[in-house]
């Protein structure tokens, strides 16, 4: 037992070493440069089904059309149409002759004639391009396609390109760049707070650098992973990853920093005060770290395998970006000198700050109504949440995107002469024995407009299916599942329903089920670890609780925000799964750091005291630490994508709020009226109360530093 308690001492000795430390850089310089070299481009797929389970009906219809012709096609659909007014006969034949030109890029050189809708005012050219072109080459053939598609055009004939190629092409170009993009905003916005946190010309630069580091190298650690379990990593989880390194990884750097700066006050030698450091904030954030990596790895057990990625991929990211802060950081710290704190550089002898800082005085006003701040406090969380009353769960693909799109636009202009699933239309799929009989059910079926075979071979016959409703709409899915029903009642013909509608349904129906099963995972995981952190039943679940309430909050707040002024269709299906699982493993680091200090400092018996005063010590670089993260999730809205961007704001209300009114309220208050009984069954609650504590305005134990953090005098007596 002695030698594994003297390993941690004994690592942090390695680290602060006066020649130990360079090596540990030097070291670390030629991983780094090794992982990024033979790092590799991660696994990635263009196959839209391919983040379904592999029984959604769906799923198997895509594996199942790729033995037919058509499964090797993408087909884009060229839409003719005038303001308002029918197409005369000179539009009509410019749109033969310039439909007559897209055969140089259709498959096999053949092209459909035009459809004109019944109202006379457009047109529509089905184009089928290769399916295995790939994104990039798929991106030029559509750029020339709709080039052709306007020349010499009577005046005031407008030409869209959409269809499952434009939508490809379109979603494709809006990525392009993205994730750069939001790679400079994040370093740009950890900067700017970096700056104003220490005020220091250059000390911003060691943890950022640390930081930035740890983000390269978790990507290429990612593609590794990637490619050794066939895991398929797309832009989106990409960007989230970045965002989930910077802000976790930052996050433990200003913990780090802090508490180093509370030792340079008290100690001569730089690296015993380093060694201090890790030893008192090292196991928070080791905890901190931990529950977040745990939380994403609980994703494992979901069946959507893009929520997957992103638990396997955020797990690594987070694993790199804790080694990074509690190994890398303090070696460059202890290199550099407390000179890198200038003009402000902590010194032996310095005052320590008075207990008469903002936080110490909030501390202060909770303990004296920590009744009417808790009531206060969970009416306003129950307002924000009362936002989610009128939720709805799952975009259409119109819905998804926030940048301006021709295929979206394609869409609605098809939607409005034509019927709304003819741009879509669903897929059914089944014995080619059995091909009357689906026709004759399928076409009675309620919402089906028309149904038509499309394709056949290897036994089996593909029907193209147009429904009535518009894609991806409540009617639309019924229609679907009607469709499932009815045709499962002809078990000889072995149908199955897919396309993109019924993919998006069994999206939304899989995000519902992972929904259902990770949750219960990701508050166990939490809440083990609290316990173990804690040695306490009542406290974890207290945290749990808070932070549970903080995202319902967050949530409903989100919902108002999204559909009440912004005027976006609902919540994506994805937004809350993993809006839940940032919120708790983040959220919950705030209160660890918290109620870790304030176990500490409630080891005489006076809790009331040490949440006292661990919120005054820990209230800077709390507050700082949860104003950077929320900052670097809003950055997410840089991407084109519509889940992006609420994941991005819902998890930043969320962080706020759980830095500035639960963890800063909530979690006091709840503390002031249990006292020592908040760490039941610990030895903690059984330990009898110390003295009364001292009058606030004259104890002189815990200060504010000039960046705004407080720190306790150890070498003060106890209240």
């Given amino acids: 037992m002695r030698g594994i308690r003297a390993v941690g001492p004994r690592l942090a000795g390695v ?41 959604a009906q769906s799923a198997q219809v895509a594996e199942l059309q790729r033995r037919l012709p058509s499964g090797q096609q993408n087909p884009a659909l060229v839409v003719y149409s005038r303001d308002d007014a029918p197409l005369n006969p000179a539009d009509r034949e410019a749109i033969a002759a310039v439909g007559e030109t897209f055969t140089q890029w259709a498959v096999n050189g053949q092209v ?56 490809s092409a379109d979603v494709a170009g809006s990525f392009a760049g993205a994730n750069t993009r939001l790679l400079l905003v994040t370093v740009a916005v950890v900067a700017v707070l970096l700056i104003v946190t220490y005020r220091s010309p250059w000390l911003w630069l060691v943890p950022l650098t640390v930081v930035g580091t740890a983000d390269l190298v978790s990507n290429s650690m990612i593609a590794v992973v990637s490619r050794a379990i066939d895991m398929n990593i797309d832009a989106s989880t ?49 905890a901190s770290a931990a529950t977040v990596a745990l939380s994403l790895l609980t994703l494992v057990a979901a069946v959507l395998a893009n929520e997957r990625a992103i638990g396997v991929a955020g797990a690594v990211g987070i694993t790199v970006a804790a080694l990074y802060g509690l190994v890398v950081l303090p070696a460059a710290l202890t290199v550099c000198g407390r000179g890198l704190f200038w003009p402000f550089v902590p010194r032996p002898g ?38 989610l009353h009128d939720a709805r769960l799952g975009l259409s693909r119109t819905e998804q995107f926030r940048v301006q799109a021709e295929s979206i ?45 499309a394709d056949r071979g290897e036994g089996l016959v593909l029907f193209d299916v147009v429904l009535a409703a518009e894609p991806d709409s409540a009617d639309s899915y019924q229609t679907i599942r009607d469709l499932r029903e009815r045709l499962a009642e002809v078990p000889e013909a072995d149908a199955l329903v897919g396309g ?43 945290l749990v609780t808070s932070v549970v309430a903080t995202f319902f909050a967050a949530l409903g707040a989100g919902n108002f925000l999204f559909t009440g002024w912004l005027g976006y269709g609902g919540l994506d299906t994805s937004v809350p799964l993993l809006s839940f699982l940032f919120l708790v493993a983040l959220g919950v680091d705030y209160n660890i750091f918290l109620t870790t200090r304030a176990r500490e400092e409630s080891r005489d ?26 900052a670097v999730f809003a950055v997410l809205g840089v991407l084109p994508l519509v889940t992006l961007t609420e994941i991005g704001v819902i998890v930043g209300i969320g962080v706020l709020l759980d830095t500035l009114l639960v963890r800063t309220l909530l979690v006091p208050s709840i503390v002031m009226l249990l006292g020592r009984h908040f ?13 009364a504590p001292a009058p606030v305005a004259t104890a002189p134990a815990v200060a504010v530093t000039p960046a705004g953090r407080a720190t306790r005098d150890r070498t003060a007596p106890r209240s």
């Fill in 15 to 55: 680290i602060t070493g006066k020649w130990s430390a360079w090596l540990v850089l030097v070291l670390t310089a030629i991983a780094s440069a090794g992982a990024l070299m033979f790092g590799g481009e991660a696994r990635s797929s263009t196959d839209s089904t391919a983040a379904l389970p592999s029984d």
């Fill in 238 to 286: 990409t960007g989230i990853v970045d965002v989930l390194v910077f802000g976790a990884g930052t996050n433990y750097a200003l913990l780090l920093i802090a508490r180093y700066r509370e030792e340079l006050r008290r100690n001569a030698d730089r690296r015993q005060a380093m060694r201090r450091a890790l030893g008192s904030a090292g196991p928070a954030i080791a």
């Fill in 500 to 542: 993109s509608v019924a993919a998006n349904l069994d999206s939304r129906d899989a995000a519902i089920r992972d929904l259902k099963v990770v949750v219960p995972l990701i508050l166990a995981v939490v809440l083990l670890v609290l316990i173990l952190l804690l040695r306490s039943l009542l406290a974890p679940l207290i």
């Fill in 112 to 167: 459909s004639p035009p459809v004109f809708a019944d109202d006379g005012s457009a047109a529509l050219i089905a184009v089928p391009l290769p399916s295995d072109s790939g994104y990039e080459r798929n991106g030029e053939v559509i750029d020339q396609l709709r080039a052709a598609s306007r020349n010499d055009l009577p005046d005031g004939l407008n030409a869209q390109v959409t269809g499952g190629a434009g939508f």
């Fill in 350 to 387: 310095q005052p320590e700050p008075t207990r008469t800082g903002v936080w110490a005085r909030v501390g202060t006003f909770v303990s004296r109504r920590p009744v009417a701040i808790l009531t206060g406090t969970l009416v306003l969380l129950a307002l924000l949440a009362s936002g």
């Fill in 605 to 630: 018996g006076d809790t009331r005291q040490g949440i006292r005063t661990a919120l005054a010590v820990t209230g800077g670089v709390i507050t700082s630490a949860g104003i950077l993260l929320a």
């Fill in 409 to 453: 636009d394609g869409l609605q202009t098809l939607s409005r002469h034509f019927p709304a699933g003819q741009a879509d239309p669903t897929v059914v799929l089944a014995d080619e024995t059995a091909a009357d009989t689906v026709l004759t059910v399928a076409a009675d079926t309620p919402g089906v407009v028309t149904i038509r075979p």
């Fill in 679 to 691: 760490w039941w069954p610990s030895r903690l609650a059984r330990h009898p109360a110390g003295p």
